[in-house]
């Protein structure tokens, strides 16, 4: 078991990275409208990250995945693959944007709604979200991971969802996934204690229904086995000694 403390200038390609993939999200909101097919999300955010980026899209034959991104509409839990599928109204969707550059990756995702959504759609992405930053908000040196994923369980089974348990967040850095896997459910005090310059994500998903979750056969979609509706937000974050650093913050998100 090695965890991996980043030194301050493999923290400042971190921060560069990091800012990458959070300006992929902002660049490609304003195509996640009806009509759009997952497919043509996919070939903007690639074509955006090759070109305008000068990086590469972290997901693309990473373990035999076909594609730049991943988009997990609805139901779908994680890792789906863009397809000729086309959004209408009323769907969710979660874009997951890896990118790396100059010998490191950054790790973000959020959720869109596509046109308009039911109260229960919306609310259900509100808690996801609220369940990461709350999880985030925790971190400092001497953090364990049983407080950080305490602290998102807690959160949305009072909201009566679930935490989906089959998948977890990671530390990242010159590997896509490293050690620790970070649970997004536990107990306050158990598990290992965070140390400054350790960078992991919290990725929560969250389910509408059970937390059980099923693969599809095309070896990477993960869907909900009750075929419920499913939430996901995904930040990077550096451990400071007294608290943290997103290094994933959208334009939206930054106060600097
Ligand atoms: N970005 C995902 C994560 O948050 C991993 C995707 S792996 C892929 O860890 F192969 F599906 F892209
Ligand atoms: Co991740
Ligand atoms: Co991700």
């Known amino acids: 078991m090695s965890i991996i403390i980043k030194n301050e200038a493999e923290i400042e390609k971190m921060r560069i990275v990091g800012r990458l993939a959070a300006d992929v999200l902002d660049m490609i909101a304003p195509h996640v409208v009806p009509g759009v097919t997952t ?16 990086a590469i899209p972290s997901p693309l034959n990473y373990r035999g995945f076909p594609k730049s991104i991943c988009t997990s509409i609805n139901h779908q839990v994680c890792h789906g693959i863009p397809s000729e599928k086309k959004l209408k109204s009323g769907d969710i969707i979660n874009i997951d944007i890896t990118v790396f550059k100059d010998g490191f990756h950054g790790d973000t995702s959020m959720m869109f709604c596509v046109g308009t959504v039911s109260a229960h759609a919306q609310r259900l992405c509100d808690i996801a979200r609220e369940s990461l930053f709350l999880g985030i908000e925790q971190i400092k040196s001497g953090t364990t991971l049983g407080d950080i994923g305490n602290a998102i369980q807690t959160h949305a089974e009072k909201n009566r969802y679930s935490v989906v348990q089959d998948y977890c ?4 850095g010159r590997d896509f996934h490293e050690e620790p896997q970070v649970l997004h459910y536990g107990v306050p005090g158990d598990g290992l204690a965070l140390e400054a310059g350790m960078i992991i994500t919290i990725e929560p998903m969250i389910n509408q229904g059970k937390h059980h ?9 993960v869907v909900t086995k009750d075929h419920s509706l499913s939430a996901q937000y995904e930040h990077t974050i550096l451990v400071t000694e007294n608290g943290y650093e997103i290094l994933t913050l959208r334009a939206a998100e930054r106060t600097n």
Do not use: E, M, P, R
Request: proline fraction near 0%.
């Open 39 to 54: 497919n043509q999300l996919n070939d903007l955010c690639h074509n955006f990250i090759v070109d305008v980026q000068q």
């Open 213 to 221: 979750t099923k693969s599809l056969g095309d070896g990477w979609t």
């Open 169 to 172: 967040g990671h530390g990242i």
